[in-house]
C-alpha cells in the first residue's frame, strides 16, 4: 500500500538556524498538504500544493512539490520559538478521498 | 463557519471494555469525515474514512468499526478494548467536491488509556 516517509525524525535547532524537513511517498500524489501540530494539540493545516515543481511560500516557510510528485519538502529560514511543534506531510493518490500522513518530524528550538 | 466537535476530551478504560466515540460537524453539508489515531510521539494512522451517510471505508483491520448514522455525525466504536488501543483520536473533516480545495479540518481529539 501506499507509504509516506518523512525525514528527519527529530531536529533540534538554535534559534535563528533554517529547518527542513523532507517528505517521500512510494507512489505517485496527486496533491500534497502540511500540516503542523503543536505539543498537546491537533494538526492544523499549513498549504497544499498541487502542480508538478510547486512552490508555495508563507512567510519564513516555503513548500516544494516536486517534479514526480512523489516528493516534497518544507524550509523555514531563521526559526523561531513559536514554530516548535510536528511537521507533518500528508499525501493523497489520483482516484481517492483518503490522505497518508507522513511519519512527522519534531521540531524543538532553543533559544 | 464550520466547527467540529469531538467528546470526550479525556477518557480513561479499563481492557475489554466498550468504546464510543463521538464527532459532529457543524456549518456544512455531506463532509467527507475521517477517522485517526495518534500513538504517543507518532504519526496519524487512518482508521476509516466516510463520504456519505452509511459509507465507510476500513483502513485497518482492528477491532475498532465505525458508523455515520447523519450527515455531519461520525461514531468510532469497539465492543472489547485492548490495550494497544491507547491513543489520541482525531475526528477530522474535508469538503467533499472532487478536484477542490479539500483540506482537513480536525477536531480537539480524545486522549483514550486503556489499563
Known amino acids: 500500500g501506499q507509504q509516506v516517509m518523512q525525514i528527519p525524525q527529530y531536529q533540534h535547532v538554535q534559534e535563528g538556524e533554517d529547518f527542513t524537513t523532507y517528505c517521500n511517498s512510494s507512489t505517485t500524489l496527486s496533491n500534497i498538504q502540511w500540516y503542523k501540530q503543536r505539543p498537546g494539540g491537533h494538526p492544523v493545516f499549513l498549504i497544499q500544493?498541487?502542480?508538478?515543481?510547486e512552490v508555495k511560500k508563507q512567510k519564513r516557510l516555503t513548500f516544494q512539490f516536486g517534479e514526480a510528485k512523489k516528493n516534497s519538502s518544507l524550509h523555514i529560514t531563521a526559526t523561531q520559538t513559536t514554530d516548535v511543534g510536528t511537521y507533518f506531510c500528508a499525501g493523497r493518490a489520483s482516484g481517492t478521498y483518503k490522505y497518508i500522513f507522513g511519519t512527522g518530524t519534531r521540531l524543538k528550538v532553543l533559544a | 463557519s464550520q466547527t467540529i466537535h469531538q467528546w470526550p476530551a479525556t477518557l480513561v478504560q479499563p481492557v475489554g471494555s466498550p468504546l464510543s466515540l463521538e464527532c459532529t460537524v457543524e456549518g456544512t453539508s455531506n463532509p467527507n469525515l475521517y477517522w485517526y489515531r495518534q500513538a504517543a510521539g507518532r504519526g496519524l494512522q487512518l482508521l476509516f474514512y466516510s463520504v456519505g451517510i452509511g459509507q465507510i471505508s476500513s483502513e485497518v483491520p482492528q477491532n475498532l468499526s465505525a458508523s455515520r448514522p447523519q450527515d455531519r455525525q461520525f461514531i468510532l466504536s469497539s465492543k472489547k478494548l485492548l490495550l494497544s488501543d491507547s491513543g489520541f483520536y482525531l475526528c477530522?473533516?474535508?469538503?467533499?467536491?472532487?478536484?477542490?480545495?479539500?483540506?482537513?479540518?480536525f477536531g480537539p481529539g480524545t486522549r483514550l488509556t486503556v489499563l
Open positions: 477530522a473533516w474535508s469538503f467533499s467536491l472532487a478536484g477542490s480545495y479539500n483540506e482537513q479540518f
Open positions: 500544493l498541487v502542480k508538478s515543481g
